[in-house]
């Protein structure tokens, strides 16, 4: 027992290490190439973000637990909504661009029908939905991409050759330097997040955790803390559209990502559970709670074009009864 408590408390200094070092590389592509912060945290930081989701799940689905990977994805979307999005807006409520946000809040909700219909029509995820969902995630970033390309660029003033040729070279500088530290940001976010979640599990398992619960509840939460760091680190630098951006992203990315290439290497169904009248009880709540959290935080803020205290305060009490519920239903 003490070992996985040791590596799992090495896995947290590499997710906040690393989480600096990747919020510093993302603002600063952000503001060298004009991109709007929230774009740049709901496509390159999202997919940082979720690399450990992917792992997880991926690993998981090949290993026959397809219930792991099903209650990640959708523990993760209720854990990075109803808590890390929660905790930036109950702590810095901010302003968040509306037309940057749109795009990926629309994907996602896309996403979210066609997953919860096959969910609900047939009960199984075949390589045939794993393929829709990923082809959805690469139409997103072409779209993205697309949109940041078109994002117009500020003039910049007359120089001289040499002080222009000096400034380039900087610059060229500069720019590798917040490259490397967006991969090594990343790599290590993904390095300690595994070391958290694998012995987090054990520890979890030996304390008499079902594994259905886990999948929902601490895993998602593990494999949610590169989200939190980047949201903490987001705001405590005082880029709170990053953070947003990057919650908004990896929930997207947690269904046409995360359980599309977890399908594509091994279909799986809606793991077996408790029942309510008959019908599956993730139906009729962990779906219909993700649905509600991410209704309640991005419809509000796309109206008024920003998030507030209440919205905040509210999704913490939904998560805290939804594990609640998780624990002890």
Not at 44 to 67: D, F, K, N, Q, W
Not at 181 to 189: C, D, Q, T
Not at 217 to 244: D, Q
Not at 272 to 300: H, Q
Request: aromatic content about 8%; glycine content about 8%; hydrophobic content about 55%.
């Amino acid at each position: 027992m003490v070992i996985p408590i040791l590596l799992f408390l090495v896995g947290l200094v590499l997710l906040i290490k690393g989480g600096d070092w990747f919020v510093d590389g993302a603002t600063g592509i952000a503001h060298r190439f004009r991109i709007p912060e929230i774009l740049i945290g709901a496509t390159v930081v999202s997919i940082g973000t979720t690399l450990p989701e992917v792992m997880v799940s991926a690993t998981s689905a090949v290993s026959g637990h397809g219930e792991m990977a099903y209650g990640n994805a959708i523990g993760s979307i209720i854990c990075n909504t109803a808590l890390i999005a929660a905790i930036s807006a109950a702590i810095r409520p901010s302003k968040i661009d509306r037309s940057a946000l749109g795009l990926p809040v629309l994907f996602f909700y896309i996403a979210a029908a066609i997953y919860i219909t096959v969910a609900i029509a047939t009960g199984f995820f075949s390589r045939t939905v794993g393929v829709v969902l990923v082809a959805l995630f690469l139409f997103y970033m072409g779209l993205s991409v697309r949109k940041a390309l078109k994002t117009p660029a500020v003039p910049k003033p007359a120089e001289s050759d040499d002080v222009l040729t000096s400034e380039e070279s900087a610059s060229k500088s500069s720019l590798v330097k917040e490259i490397v530290f967006l991969v090594i940001g990343a790599a290590l976010i993904a390095f300690g997040a595994n070391l958290l979640v694998d012995n987090g599990t054990i520890i979890a398992e030996k304390l008499g955790v079902p594994e259905s619960v886990i999948a929902l509840t601490f895993v998602a939460l593990g494999t949610s803390l590169p989200e939190l760091v980047t949201a903490i680190t987001s705001l405590i630098k005082g880029h709170g559209a990053l953070s947003l951006g990057n919650i908004i992203g990896a929930n997207l990315f947690n269904l046409v990502t995360v359980s599309g290439v977890s399908i594509l290497l091994s279909p799986f169904s809606i793991p077996a559970g408790k029942e309510i009248a008959g019908i599956n009880s993730s139906l009729l709540i962990d779906v219909p709670v993700m649905l509600f959290v991410m209704s309640f935080l991005t419809l509000p803020a796309l109206i008024r074009g920003k998030l507030s205290r209440v919205q905040g305060i509210v999704l913490l009490a939904v998560y805290a009864a939804f594990c609640v519920v998780q624990f002890v239903w």
